[in-house]
């Protein structure tokens, strides 16, 4: 009895791994059974891609009523695509119905930030950045607003994303946020506000940085969508270089033209200097043949 209690627990086990994610439209299914992959932070559903489960208990998998991205995953080209929700509403992740926006403090899914209400217009241009939704941000499954100063308590979440390399050795990455102001961060030892780091400033984290990109060799470097720079100088030498080529396309182009010119003299030359001598012996041989056909006839006048 002993020997077959595992072999009792794994197979329930087994089911439940081959239901996750698998189930079409009217199949049996348990909402409470909605999870959050702890490795790749995905959210894991009883359902198929294209639904969700109606109840926590004893539910069936029913078409999603919303979708959260503008082109849904999983839908052919003939298949009716869930709406998109209207501005000041959001789309779970289960994708169940538009929901309006949650206030300051009531709880969010991972990394859902547009879940949360924004601030007034005035504190919004302030707060807002790259890094959150309008000023608010979801930080461990909480709405908060990213208004906190330097010198301030702050919130630290540490997102870790598990995956396979390519030679199948696991790698992670960790994604840090806070609730600082765009120019502080939040400090993982004091757990308070202070101001970012410099571009080649030492660094650990991109939150560290004025730029949000700690590069590979510990500095505060520009993220790669930073348009190139190109320097006073540097317009310079490009404005010499394009004059400088000019001008020897004109000079080569010039002495190519000179030679051309002086070839097309010579051989002109060539061919009237041979016309003018073709002729002059044509008529020192028609003055030859002349002269005898006179002396010949003198001659016979004589006889």
């Known amino acids: 009895m002993r020997s077959l209690l595992p072999l009792a627990l794994l197979i329930p086990a087994f089911f439940c791994v081959v239901r996750s994610g698998s189930l079409d439209e009217g199949a049996l299914c348990i909402g409470n059974n909605d999870h959050i992959d702890p490795s790749t932070q995905k959210f894991i559903t009883e359902c ?3 639904y969700f489960c109606s ?3 004893n539910g069936t998998c ?8 503008e082109f849904a995953f999983g839908y052919a080209p003939t298949e009716t695509v869930p709406p998109l929700c209207a501005a000041g509403s959001f789309c779970p992740d289960n994708g169940s119905a538009c929901t309006p926006w949650r206030p300051v403090g009531d709880a969010c899914e991972l990394g859902r930030d547009e879940q949360c209400a924004p601030p007034d217009d ?6 807002s950045s790259k890094q959150n939704f309008n000023g608010s941000v979801c930080l461990q499954m909480q709405c908060r607003y990213a208004n906190v100063t330097v010198g301030q308590p702050c919130v630290i ?3 870790t994303y598990m995956d396979v390399g390519v030679a199948g050795e696991p790698s992670s990455i960790v994604v840090t946020r806070d609730n600082c102001r765009t120019e502080y961060f939040c400090d993982g030892t004091s757990s308070t506000c202070v101001p970012t780091q410099a571009l080649g400033s030492l660094c650990q984290t991109d939150q560290q940085c004025s730029t949000y990109n700690c590069g590979s060799q510990g500095l505060c470097t520009d993220p790669p969508e930073t348009p190139v720079r190109v320097a006073p100088w540097q317009y310079a030498l490009t404005g010499i270089c394009i004059a400088a080529a000019m001008v020897a396309t004109c000079v080569m182009l010039t002495f190519v033209h000179k030679r051309h010119r002086h070839e097309n003299y010579k051989e002109i030359r060539e ?22 056909y006179s002396y010949g006839d003198e001659k016979a006048v004589r006889y």
């Open 48 to 50: 198929g891609s294209k």
């Open 55 to 57: 109840a926590g208990t």
């Open 62 to 69: 029913i078409p999603r009523q919303c979708r959260r991205d």
């Open 122 to 127: 005035a504190d919004r241009a302030t707060w």
């Open 157 to 159: 979440d540490n997102t």
């Open 271 to 292: 061919y009237y200097t041979e016309q003018i001598t073709l002729r002059r012996n044509i008529i020192a041989l028609h003055s030859s043949a002349a002269a005898r």
